[in-house]
């Protein structure tokens, strides 16, 4: 197999907010502060947003409907509150879905006294509607593992799209195939190199169909999907 095309996104570049309680990076359509609404998604993947929230903080209740929303923690304890009654803490190297369906009002934040980093990441449902659910997982022992999948994953999403990822220590090395009809877009967290090139700490990637080899120390995310925009990796 050839290797992947590998087309980094800048995290010093990516749209911003700075908040005296939180930080956020936004790879695809800005979700809130100057730029909201802006940027164009990548195909069904429509947001990818690294936000750090400060000791004691927590953003406000706010409302979804129809969206696969998962929440990887990079750092630190993540709370999560919303109208159906759950409080549900999610520890670091964990990831939640929020499958939120026919509406869904939530609010997360940070009720330690430490930084809490996360990712979070929207998906367009292939399907729509439903009683709204809301679950986790947690990244077990060594390998890139699947986290999220339309099946046969510990967390099922309503849409073909697969969520991996790897915790990388002491220079190791983690090899991915992404097959003929896939593309898929990473976030490099730590000091990793893909294929040779090396990534700041928050950098996004588009991978094209192809083997990978990562190397390094810190936390590989591959979001893998359907090889819809084959431009995305030459312009």
């Known amino acids: 197999m050839n290797k992947s095309v590998v087309k980094l996104q800048s995290y010093s570049q990516l749209p911003s907010l700075s908040l005296k309680w939180l930080s956020l990076k936004d790879h695809f359509i800005a979700t809130v502060g100057p730029s909201s609404g802006q940027g164009r998604p990548l195909g069904n993947l429509l947001v990818l947003a690294d936000a750090t929230f400060q000791a004691q903080s927590r953003f406000p209740q706010h409302p979804h409907k129809d969206m696969e929303i998962l929440t990887w923690v990079v750092k630190g304890v993540l709370q999560h509150y919303d109208d159906n009654g759950t409080d549900q803490s999610v520890p670091e190297k964990s990831l939640q879905l929020m499958s939120a369906r026919d509406g869904i009002f939530h609010a997360e934040g940070n009720a330690t006294n430490e930084e809490v980093r996360m990712l979070q990441i929207w998906i367009n449902p292939q399907n729509k509607g439903g009683t709204p659910l809301v679950q986790q997982t947690s990244l077990e022992g060594n390998g890139l593992q699947c986290l999220a999948a339309p099946e046969g994953a510990p967390l099922v999403i309503r ?16 090899f991915f195939n992404i097959p003929q009809d896939k593309m898929a877009y990473a976030v490099s967290l730590g000091s990793l190199s893909w294929n040779d090139l090396h990534a700041q700490d928050g950098d996004g990637i588009f991978l094209s169909a192809g083997s990978i080899k990562v190397r390094g120390s810190g936390q590989a995310i591959i979001i893998l999907q359907r090889d819809f925009d084959r431009a995305s990796l030459s312009s």
Request: net charge negative; aromatic share 18%; proline share 0%.
């Open 159 to 174: 849409q073909n799209a697969w969520f991996y990822v790897a915790n990388l220590e002491n220079d190791a090395e983690e």
